[in-house]
């Protein structure tokens, strides 16, 4: 849609979002901290660090927290994916780049959110081309340039941190990586929970230890997602308005794992 990359303020608050203690707090520190008390780091004379990295298997919550952190934080989002500033057209990727900071530097306090970063930033070596070498660049020039405290931060995520241009990595650029896993069992309980908050279910403790069983090995957050629309087709087929225990049941053996080994070597 066209309203793709322009401001929002989303509403995902950290209740919606499961499990992923860890990095919730970092994000918090990192991030949300800062935007909201900016006069302690001006007290201290030191500056917020103006980027994280999220990097881990898809589906795992990586766009969820970066939404989260922006509402808590009350701030602007602007989220885009890698792919759709490139344009074949020589000097209109770069113009995509600078297009977005400088809407961020009309809203600020302002979350950018770059998802897909892989595509956009490829190590400039492998990529090869000098159109995709000129797209890092002014990407890394806008980056260096939030080095001053002007209210801008940059969450980016991959799910291909072995072909970043480590150029990102450096401190002051995307300096903090944090690894967002794969879930495990009990991790899926808690992602499952926060599913369920706010929807009609019968034996929300029961139906939540569902997903510690072997059944739901290998799920990520999206495939639980898909666990839950499963379930509620399969209550609204039983004609009921409530998600019951069999339901769930039923949709443990229709939904496969997405994230295959192939994927988690990669990480
Ligand atoms: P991708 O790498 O494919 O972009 P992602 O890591 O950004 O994936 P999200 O888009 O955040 O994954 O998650 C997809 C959906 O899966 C969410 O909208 C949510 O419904 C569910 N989900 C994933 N992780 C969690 C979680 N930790 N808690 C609650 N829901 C989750």
Redesign the pocket.
Known sequence: SKREGFATIPDVSWD?????QKVREQLQTAIVEPIKQPELYAAVGITAPTGVL?W???????????KAVAAESKANFISIKGPELLNKFVGESEAAVRRVFSRARSSVPCVIFI??LDALVPRRDDAGSESSARVVNTFLTELDGLSERQGIWVIA???RPDIIDDAMLRPGRLETPLF?DL?GPG?RV??LR??LRNKPVDNLAEIAELARTEACNGY???D??ALLRQAGQHAIHRKVARLEYQDFQYACTQVKGSVNKKVMNRF
């Open positions: 919606d979002i499961g499990a992923l999220l881990g298997p898809p589906g795992c919550g990586k766009t969820l927290l970066a998802d897909e995520a991959t799910n967002v879930p991790e808690e992602i926060a599913l990520s957050g999206a639980l997602g």
